[in-house]
Nanobody
Framework: QVQLVESGGGLVQPGGSLRLSCAASGFTFSSYAMYAMSWYRQAPGKERELVAAISITGGSSNFADSVKGRFTISRDNAKNTVYLQMNSLKPEDTAAYYC?????????WGQGTQVTVSS
């Protein structure tokens, strides 16, 4: 069973930075390099929204308008890990952040890591 474990969340002041990691394991009949990876977030009372996504090879990525220019996404297929570098954080970035692995119609989710941006 594929497992995704996020880490790196925490409390940060506005303007600060955090780097989230999502480590994947448990691939039996596939491999991490076959999965497109993405980060979502969900704030209290709001729907889960896509923050950033990266292709299988890492050659292409896309971002929500709200984070463009501030967040970057990368992956290390040798370490089965995807990263979300978050800079110039704002209070409205406060949310639980989840990573997702997708291959065709199959999706796996992590348990989430909380990011709180507050002074």
């Amino acid at each position: 069973q594929v497992q995704l474990v996020e880490s790196g969340g925490g409390l940060v002041q506005p303007g600060g930075s955090l780097r989230l990691s999502c480590a994947a394991s448990g691939f039996t009949f596939s491999s991490y390099a076959m999965y497109a990876m993405s980060w979502y977030r969900q704030a209290p009372g709001k729907e889960r929204e896509l923050v950033a996504a990266i292709s299988i090879t890492g050659g292409s990525s896309n971002f929500a308008d709200s984070v463009k220019g501030r967040f970057t996404i990368s992956r290390d297929n040798a370490k089965n890990t995807v990263y979300l570098q978050m800079n110039s954080l704002k209070p409205e970035d406060t949310a639980a952040y989840y990573c997702k692995a997708r291959r065709g119609s199959v999706n796996y989710w992590g348990q989430g890591t909380q990011v709180t941006v507050s002074s």
